[in-house]
């Protein structure tokens, strides 16, 4: 089963406005990470986020983690046409860090022009 | 670095063929995974290697499918006899550590079954 879900499925804003998507978890943490894949390509790492942080920034990206509601946020600032891209949470397994990460469904933003 | 590469990116094969999947990490990276992604399951791990030793392969969905990871430099991921239920785009990813830490994707191989 998933771990975390991403949400809403899908997303489609004006190009220069903000994004926001959210991802819900089940299960404790050691970290979330946040990863984008564009259409028909790999999926790239965007940003790590550990459970004893609650906000993070990366350039136009900004996260926030709440392990008491188990959730995060991914929000993306003055959107681009290039952000366009399925965006996925993920998080440690039952195993903690040593185990691979369990994906949500994703998120696919589309930016319109 | 060139990063992880799969091959073939596309393979399209008839049900009962054997179909084998390679894997290449980022040299120096210390864990290797793959995932299987479908529309349907979204992306699923099928198995896990720390220092080329299978670690977990409980997402592995049936016999018909093994993992080897033969040295640190070379993995493959082999369906026998592949189904139509198979398609999916599979990935290979690449860890530095055997802990945490980001996972590098390589680009994927979609695979159809007729």
């Given at each position: 089963s998933q771990q975390g879900e991403e949400d809403p499925q899908a997303l489609s804003i004006q190009e220069g406005e903000n994004a926001t998507m959210n991802c819900s978890y089940k299960t404790s943490i050691n970290n979330l990470q946040w990863y984008r894949q564009n259409s028909g390509r790999g999926l790239v790492h965007l940003i790590l986020i550990r459970s004893n942080e609650r906000e993070k920034h990366s350039g136009r990206l900004r996260v926030t983690l709440d392990t008491s509601k188990k959730s995060s946020s991914l929000l993306i600032t003055a959107?681009?046409?290039?952000?366009t891209a399925s965006y996925f949470c993920a998080t440690d397994g039952p195993g903690g860090g040593a185990d691979g990460l369990t994906f949500g469904k994703g998120t696919h933003l589309i930016i319109q022009p | 670095d060139a990063g992880v590469i799969q091959s073939p990116r596309h393979e399209v094969t008839e049900m009962g063929q054997e179909v084998t999947l390679r894997c290449k990490p980022i040299s120096g990276h210390n864990s290797l995974f793959w995932y299987r992604q479908t529309m349907m399951r979204g992306l699923e791990l099928l198995i896990y290697f720390n220092n080329n030793v299978?670690?977990?392969?409980?997402?592995?969905?049936?016999?018909?499918f093994s993992a080897k990871?033969?040295?640190?430099?070379f993995s493959t991921l082999k369906i026998?006899?592949?189904?139509?239920?198979?398609s999916a785009v599979y990935f290979c990813a690449s860890r530095l550590?055997?802990?945490?830490g980001e996972l590098f994707f390589g680009e994927g191989s979609r695979l159809t079954v007729l």
């Open positions: 959107s681009r046409a290039a952000d | 299978p670690i977990d392969d409980s997402g592995m969905p049936e016999d018909r990871m033969p040295n640190a430099s026998q006899p592949s189904e139509p239920r198979d550590g055997t802990i945490a």
